[in-house]
């Protein structure tokens, strides 16, 4: 790693470059979040008995959803930020890479383009999208509560996992909305899969090697040990699972679904129980990594499964 004297003299592009390789990997967050939008949207369409729509339902989903997931890095940055210059100095912010109020700033640039994004698509998105932007202040402000919410980590959990079915709520809108106006009647269930999957990325990475453990970082294994964490990962997956089998149900593709899940649902129970006999760093890196592959195996599942299901019969 330079040092911050050596990263100060670099240009701005340059640490912008560095700062995303460590804080918002572009290309493999864009993949998942590609997934994770188009999956949305063919979701809603398939829910809705409905034929896919054009690419510009895609595209908007895309891109709004790529905001958001970078809205929400700098609302981290800013929370975090007594807890980093403290205790992980390493990164970008504390080091000196770049200013938090550089990345606010990109943040906030996002807002407008995705306003203008959505309207273009359909007017009516801006409350889908204003709904999102409102639980993201409301995470940022930590719901004015943040000692009681702090004490509370699974409270805390729940509160901000919640963001990711309203986040799912706009990209099934790119859909449903300028098809329908109402979202269709079994969307319930894809929301509540995005709320697992959120849960098991954040569960999966916070979840740690006891070597790996540090002073002030709050993780998952610190608070219940490695082992009855990484259960509580392999139990949500498993729940995810079952909502995903319910999806599936819901898509009239359930044995397509059903196959692609369970390929996910085995390599993580593989994962988890490697983790659980050794709890080292290289199962840590491991577990975090299923977590990503769970997720875009879901989400490619409910997704594009029923299209090969119907392509194919």
């Not at 930590?142 to 409270?155: I, S």
């Amino acid at each position: 790693m330079r040092t911050p004297s050596n990263e100060s003299s670099l240009p701005l592009i340059r640490r912008l470059w560095i700062y995303q390789a460590e804080r918002f990997p572009l290309a493999r967050t864009a993949l998942l979040v590609a997934v994770f939008a188009s999956a949305s949207v063919s979701v809603a369409a398939h829910l809705g008995h409905r034929e896919l729509p054009s690419w510009p339902s895609y595209g908007v989903a895309f891109a709004v959803v790529l905001i958001f997931f970078f809205q929400l890095r700098a609302s981290d940055e800013v929370k975090d930020a007594e807890d980093d210059a403290k205790f992980r100095p390493e990164r970008p912010i504390p080091r000196g890479l770049v200013k938090l109020r550089l990345i606010v700033g990109i943040a906030v640039a996002g807002a407008p383009l995705s306003a203008v994004l959505a309207a273009a698509l359909d007017v009516r998105l801006l409350l889908l999208l204003a709904t999102v932007w409102l639980w993201m202040f409301l995470m940022g402000a930590e719901f004015f509560t943040a000692a009681w919410l702090r004490a509370r980590p699974f409270f805390y959990l729940v509160s901000h996992m919640l963001i990711m079915p309203l986040i799912d709520l706009f990209a099934t809108g790119c859909e449903w909305v300028p098809a329908a106006a109402a979202p269709p009647r079994m969307l319930w269930l894809f929301l509540v899969l995005s709320f697992l999957n959120g849960t098991v990325l954040e569960v999966g990475r916070k979840t740690y090697a006891p070597v790996s453990e540090r002073t002030g970082v709050e993780t998952y294994s610190r608070l219940l040990g490695p082992r009855p964490a990484t259960a509580l990962w392999c139990t949500i997956v498993a729940v995810a699972f079952g909502c995903l089998l319910a999806v599936g149900a819901a898509e009239s593709a359930l044995p397509w679904v059903g196959a692609v899940g369970l390929v996910g649902a085995c390599t993580a129970i593989f994962t988890a129980t490697g983790f659980i006999r050794n709890p080292v760093p290289k199962y840590q890196k491991l577990l975090d990594a299923t977590s990503g592959l769970w997720v875009l195996l879901c989400y490619a599942a409910a997704g594009f499964a029923p299209i090969a299901a119907k392509a194919l019969s």
